[in-house]
């Protein structure tokens, strides 16, 4: 080791007293609990997936094989190119055993993250459904998504369906596309540990509705930075208990990857090292948070990218950031959050 | 799991708890979230407990299983943490106990905690856990040079987050 680094190195000596409280959540009893039941739900999952293999050749093979030949009889209906980053293009129940716990809105994709339904743990697995407007697919490994690699599955509806051979939603997943509308498709994904993951993917599949189109509401307001634009709106759904970490992403057309977030989170426990808009803030090279903006509430703006955007360009966007009505009140929150 | 192998897990997890929440600790830097990834490691090790109990070094082992409960905490976007579930962060922390002592620790724990993931792991097992480079590169599942790379990144990092004459800010001089 360098002799600097070795000096950087004792900045890290007072953490060696560390100790964690002696209240503790962490429970053996809940881990054996927990551990029992996957180790069921692999055994499970293992007897079953024959069953299931049998009876879906059984039942509904001949029903994928006409729909595929028969495309005329396929439900499809006119996809925009584009969806309206202040409103939900689809909403969804609960199914397949999970529960909506938070919606991001895009204009080329817009998604719905899932937990495990009667659960507040944050560890339980996450399902999703994503929604792709007309034309837009993922990419895998650097080609777009095609849905002749994937296999045969059941209608969604009366829309065609395959399993994706590979996932594009995250790692160890079981997924399913469907064609929701004519050239658009949508993608329903499972932790693939779970019990019957094919099937759960086809349930929360089942459970999308793109009928309605619910305007997002969020509990401020912001003055969006020149140039900048919203990508997308991040909202708690059902399941979430906080319906007020609302978070929206802003960025530009030219860089769509380089992005800042602002939004409300529950209060900060470190100390302020700064002020923003004279108020106690915590600034970083990244973020900045100011540690009550009323409500019993931070707000926090940040970037994923300190090249493009400068820390006052944070710092001007987090100030700007205002509580509208009663954030207990959700009739009162912003349809649009830009002023 | 057979009984006497699910009281040897009790036993060996009961033991451990302390130095499994402390590692979880130092990685995140908030003691809620430090209890859901050891919730959620020795859940883990639950299933692979033949596994562990046959590794040369359980200990080792163990650690490896928080350390990536951390990172893959971590690398779930920030959509995907944004604790919109049972936060545990809407529970009310605990005043810290006041003094220089506690002040310090409170600083450089910040800083640490805006310390990217992987440096801030590599940081914590080599300089808090005292594990060799070797050792960092067996739980990071990455090369030696990887490791040495991570410590200068993260080291830089943390001194930036702490100012430009961090030992003489922290009273370390």
Known sequence: MRSSEEEDARLLTPLREVAPGEDTTVSVERAITAGRRKQRGRRLGGACAVAVVVALVAAVLPGIVRSWNDPGELTVTSAPAEFDVLHQRFTAGSAGGFAPYAYETGRYRQRMDLKLAGTADPSAPVAAIALYARGQVPDVGGRQWDPGTGTPAPAVGDHRAVYLGAPVLGADRTELAWEWADGAWAFASVPSAEPDAKAKAHHVAESVAVDTNPPVRVPFTIIAPENERLLGVVTPASAATDQTAARLVLGTAAEPRATMEVGLSAPVAYPANSVVDGRPAIVDGTSATILDVGGHRSAKASTNDSRKYAVEQVKALVASLRLTGSIADSRTWAENPLR | ?173
């Not at chain 2, 990685?27 to 109990?53: E, F, K, M």
Request: hydrophobic content about 40%.
């Open chain 2, 1 to 173: 799991m057979r009984a006497a192998e699910e009281r040897r897990y009790t036993e060996y997890v009961t033991e451990r708890l302390p130095v499994l929440r402390r590692t979880a600790l130092l990685l995140c830097g908030d003691p809620h979230r430090a209890d859901d990834i050891v919730q959620a490691a020795i859940t883990r090790l639950y299933l692979h407990w033949n596994r562990a109990s046959a590794a040369r070094n359980r200990d080792a082992y163990v650690r490896t299983i928080v350390v990536r409960a951390f990172l893959n905490e971590q690398r779930r976007g920030w959509f995907q943490r944004v604790s919109l579930v049972g936060g545990p962060d809407e529970t009310p922390v605990p005043p810290a106990p006041s003094g220089p002592d506690v002040e310090l620790r409170t600083v450089v724990h910040a800083a640490l905690a805006r310390v990217p993931a992987r440096q801030r792991a590599a940081l914590v097992l080599r300089f808090l856990c005292d594990l060799s480079v070797a050792e960092v590169a067996e739980h990071l599942g990455c090369s030696v040079g990887n490791v040495k790379s991570l410590t200068t990144h993260g080291l830089r990092a943390l001194r930036r987050q702490l100012g430009e004459h961090p030992m003489t800010t922290l009273g370390m001089e």
